[in-house]
């Protein structure tokens, strides 16, 4: 099951979400994150940066249950910038290592697009490690490549600099 979370619903989930973030990147996601990262830094990603911004209406957070657990989640960010009211951001598409090749990613990223058809946006942008096997997943979705930049972001177990590749998907 696929939901927004709302506000009173954000505390409910962050241990959940905390353990997503934390599993995730130690499994290797580029998400911002490197090692070590303890679960303390994941639950305070969560309270830090995303409750504050939730509440406010900045972004959307999703979330994807089973069997009554937050197991997979995706952001929504809607551009603010005046000459940027058709366009929105995806971001930290998470599924628990755990809980994948369910489809989660994809009912995921499904609720994201219907909402930011509601909200008027008619442009998705988001960017992932190159080598991710992400990248796949959002291509059979409908993103195209817009390009890539080397050396965008740090290996999370090495320290060596990888590529990311910048996609987008129309809407309209």
């Known amino acids: 099951?696929?939901?927004?979370?709302?506000?009173?619903?954000?505390?409910?989930?962050?241990?959940?979400?905390?353990?997503?973030?934390?599993?995730c990147v130690q499994d290797g996601a580029s998400v911002g994150f490197v090692l070590p990262f303890s679960p303390d830094e994941a639950r305070d990603y969560w309270r830090?940066?995303?409750w504050p911004s939730a509440?406010?209406?900045?972004?959307?957070?999703?979330?994807?249950?089973?069997?009554?657990?937050?197991?997979?989640?995706?952001?929504?960010?809607?551009?603010?910038?005046?000459?940027?009211?058709?366009?929105?951001?995806?971001?930290?598409?998470?599924?628990?290592?755990k809980a994948r090749?369910?489809?989660?990613?994809r009912a995921l990223m499904a609720a994201l697009e219907e909402r930011a058809r509601r909200l008027g946006r008619t442009m998705l942008v988001l960017d992932?490690?190159?080598?991710?096997?992400?990248?796949?997943?959002?291509?059979?979705?409908?993103f195209q490549i817009a390009g890539e930049i080397p050396d965008f972001c740090r290996n999370p177990f090495e320290n060596r600099l990888e590529p990311t590749t910048y996609m987008f998907k129309d809407l309209s």
Do not use: C, W
């Open 48 to 50: 830090t940066h995303v």
């Open 1 to 23: 099951m696929i939901s927004l979370l709302v506000e009173r619903e954000l505390d409910e989930a962050l241990d959940d979400l905390s353990d997503i973030l934390h599993a």
């Open 128 to 142: 992932t490690r190159s080598t991710d096997p992400s990248l796949i997943l959002y291509q059979s979705l409908g």
């Open 101 to 105: 090749r369910k489809g989660l990613g």
């Open 55 to 97: 509440q406010s209406g900045a972004l959307d957070v999703f979330a994807a249950r089973d069997a009554g657990r937050v197991v997979g989640t995706v952001q929504l960010i809607p551009a603010t910038m005046p000459n940027q009211p058709h366009r929105a951001d995806v971001a930290k598409l998470l599924v628990h290592p």
